[in-house]
């Protein structure tokens, strides 16, 4: 069985400062991780992944995550937030195969203060 | 390129009635899965549709079906509405056999009063 935890339901950022989103996954087995975006009314776009790589993944809209393993943790960080970067951030994890679907954390609402 | 299209985009049933979402998948993607995200919820899996079998199922009653076309698109039929059924239904697709990431549609709002 798999799950995602991710902490602080709304997290509150200034334009310009650094944006740390938290992700922790539970899994039996080697996972694949996700992080996902989602706009109002929009559906789910993806940002970046880990398959078992390199441990830094760098995604879209400067993002970018690291897996750590004695952790359990999958954290999204931007150095500079950016208006445009308020949305909600979903945490993601499936086993290799991806045949029983993602399982997804409740989600992030980032919100940028000018 | 089409991404993956859902339609319709709004929906109002009424309880105890049936309804039927619809999905095309994104050119090149073979399978098809259904995600049900309830209001300020993450996505949760409903099953995944591949060669026009369903070969994953997540933890929903039979309520709950679908069916995928030789054309690789798909429907998700909901039966007996319940209230607690209302939420943004979202199609997913990705390929081959399901092992590249999913790529979202926008989704259909249902509502049931």
């Known amino acids: 069985a798999q799950s995602v935890t991710q902490l602080g339901s709304h997290v509150s950022v200034s334009e310009g400062a650094l944006v740390l989103l938290r992700c922790n996954y539970s899994?039996?087995?080697?996972?694949?991780l996700f992080w996902y975006v989602q706009y109002p009314n929009q559906g789910l776009q993806l940002l970046l992944k880990?398959?078992?790589?390199?441990?830094l993944v760098k995604g879209i809209n400067g993002f970018e995550a690291e897996f750590k393993k004695s952790e359990t943790s999958f954290h999204l960080t931007k150095p500079s937030a950016h208006m445009s970067d308020a949305a909600e951030y979903f945490c993601?994890?499936?086993?290799?195969?991806?045949?029983?679907?993602?399982?997804f954390g409740k989600g992030t609402h980032l919100i940028i203060q000018p | 390129d089409a991404g993956v299209t859902q339609s319709p985009t709004h929906l109002i049933k009424t309880r105890g009635q049936q309804v039927t979402l619809r999905c095309s998948p994104k050119?090149?993607?073979?399978?098809v899965s259904w995600y049900q995200q309830a209001l300020g919820q993450g996505p949760q899996f409903i099953f995944q549709?591949?060669?026009?079998?369903?070969?994953q199922r997540g933890n929903f009653p039979d309520r709950f079906s679908g069916h995928q076309f030789p054309n690789y698109s798909s429907e998700l039929n909901v039966n007996a509405l319940l209230l607690g059924d209302s939420a943004l239904y979202l199609c997913?697709?990705?390929?081959?056999?399901?092992?590249?990431?999913?790529?979202f549609g926008n989704g259909t709002r249902l509502t049931v009063t």
């Open positions: 997913a697709s990705s390929s081959p056999g399901g092992r590249s990431p999913l790529h």
């Open positions: 880990y398959t078992s790589a390199a441990t």
């Open positions: 050119s090149g993607h073979d399978t």
């Open positions: 993601a994890v499936s086993d290799l195969s991806g045949a029983d679907g993602l399982t």
């Open positions: 549709y591949y060669e026009e079998e369903e070969r």
């Open positions: 899994s039996s087995v080697p996972p694949y």
